[in-house]
């Protein structure tokens, strides 16, 4: 698959996980000729959005009958997408929210500087926040970047409490992330990240770190997540090998 088709691919899987997302289990979507000239993309693009969504158990797929909505008991997550918090609670049929945001403008630590291809000491935006789903802390998140991305304007800040890290940066700055580099690792919360979330020390998380570019390469954004373990389900896309071995 080209960068474009998958480009395409990725976008018509957005569009029906958020035409699905107030809708119950068991409804059943448009035919797929209807489906495709509505999202505006060609039916072998729109099959593989769909068999994206059926390999993550959001849609189930019947021959002859169509495809339905499926019973969505948690956040389910396609490791091969890159997905936005909000968007994740939202598929599984539960209200997003976000408790205890606070951003501020500091100085970049090695680390994220390293990460984002600034110099030492450059300053940066920080927005951490506890997100819920149906009132429920399920994610713990820090979102990190350059405050030259938004032409020194301080007031960004202001704008980014309870709104959409790639919506901001999209829609006013003009930044649009094309790909993610993620790495995954299981490990348990301490007192913080027990507090913020109002789970017991010691319980188990996903931690997710991951750096989004822009198509040119460029670093944009920095996240750390602590994802509740028991609250989500990840799964991944396995293709080929595409022929046979003896």
Do not use: C, W
């Amino acid at each position: 698959m080209t960068e474009r088709s998958r480009s395409k691919t990725v976008s018509a899987r957005g569009n029906i996980v958020s035409r699905i997302s107030d809708v119950p289990a068991g409804s059943q979507l448009p035919p797929e000729p209807e489906l495709a000239a509505e999202l505006g993309v060609s039916r072998s693009t729109l099959r593989e959005a769909l068999r994206s969504l059926e390999d993550e158990g959001l849609v189930r797929r019947t021959r002859g009958a169509g495809t339905f909505v499926a019973e969505r008991p948690r956040m389910a997550n396609n490791l091969d997408a890159n997905f936005g918090v909000t968007d994740a609670i939202r598929s599984s049929g539960m209200v997003p929210g976000t408790v205890n945001a606070a951003a501020r403008i500091e100085a970049a630590s090695a680390d994220e500087a390293e990460q984002l291809e600034l110099q030492p000491g450059e300053d940066v935006v920080v927005l951490d926040r506890t997100r819920t789903a149906d009132g429920r802390p399920v994610v713990l998140s820090r979102d990190i970047f350059p405050l030259r991305l938004a032409r020194g304007d301080e007031s960004i800040v202001e704008r980014l409490n309870g709104v959409s890290i790639y919506g901001t940066l999209e829609d006013d700055l003009g930044i649009v992330v094309h790909h993610g580099f993620a790495t995954f690792q299981p490990t348990q919360a301490d007192g913080h990240v027990a507090s913020r979330l109002d789970v017991p020390r010691g319980t188990l998380l996903l931690y997710i770190r991951q750096v989004d570019y822009e198509a040119s390469g460029r670093a944009v954004l920095s996240s750390h997540e602590h994802h509740l373990a028991e609250a989500f389900e990840f799964s991944v896309v396995r293709r080929g090998p595409g022929r046979r071995y003896s």
